[in-house]
Structures are given as C-alpha cells and as structure tokens.
C-alpha cells in the first residue's frame, strides 16, 4: 500500500517561494504518475500540476505554469512542488497524488492521495 506524506506548508509573504515535499512509502515515485491539487476553503480541488515521470513529462494549470515546477529525489523517494512568485490566490491545502497509470487533472482518478499540508500567502 502506497502512503504519501506532504510537508512544508507554510504562512509566506506574497512574492515568496515555498518547497513542498511529498515522500512515498510502500512503492517508487518511477512506478506511478503523480499529481498535485490544491483546495481552498469553501472551492472544489483544483489540479496544480501531474508528472509522468517514466515519459519525463509534465502539465501545469495555466495559473502556475511559470512559477511552481514539480521535481523529485529518487533516493529520498520524494517529490518536491517547488513555488515561486506566490499570490494571495495560492492560498489552499496542497495535496499530493498517485496513481499507477493516470497524470491528468481529475483528482477522482487517482489511487493514493497524501493528508495535506496548508500553504497561506499574505497580501
């Protein structure tokens, strides 16, 4: 059974950067895509970015693209959403996901999700 760990969430200052971590346990970040989602109080989950890391491909929702990258340490079995530029708007639970087969965007598809970790970005 996969079991995924998010940590880093922090309260940052708009225009500021953040790392978070997302650490498997019970099977390799190369075996699965992953996904990264977000929620915001009272919003459905929205789809941040996924990551085929067996095509070294990836997809970013347009409101990202340019500021977070999605990146992994395989011999830590870890993988990082490293944020840059942070708006107000970011403010969310991040969420880390795994799935064997599917990267997209619909957070229904994925098997393994990970409990959260809170990111708020001040004005």
């Known amino acids: 059974q996969v079991q995924l760990v998010e940590s880093g969430g922090a309260l940052v200052q708009a225009g500021g950067s953040l790392r978070l971590s997302c650490a498997a346990s019970?099977?390799?970040?190369?075996?699965?895509?992953m996904g990264w989602f977000r929620q915001a109080p009272g919003k459905e989950r929205e789809f941040v970015g996924a990551?085929?890391?067996?095509?070294?491909?990836?997809t970013y929702t347009d409101s990202v693209k340019g500021r977070f990258t999605i990146s992994r340490d395989s011999a830590k079995n870890t993988a990082y959403l490293q944020m840059s530029s942070l708006k107000p708007e970011d403010t969310a639970v991040y969420y880390c996901?795994?799935?064997?087969?599917?990267?997209?965007?619909?957070?229904?598809?994925?098997?393994?999700w990970g409990q959260g970790t809170q990111v708020t970005v001040s004005s």
């Open positions: 019970g099977g390799t970040f190369s075996a699965f895509r």
């Open positions: 990551k085929n890391w067996g095509a070294a491909r990836t």
């Open positions: 996901a795994a799935d064997r087969t599917y990267w997209g965007p619909d957070p229904r598809e994925y098997d393994y």
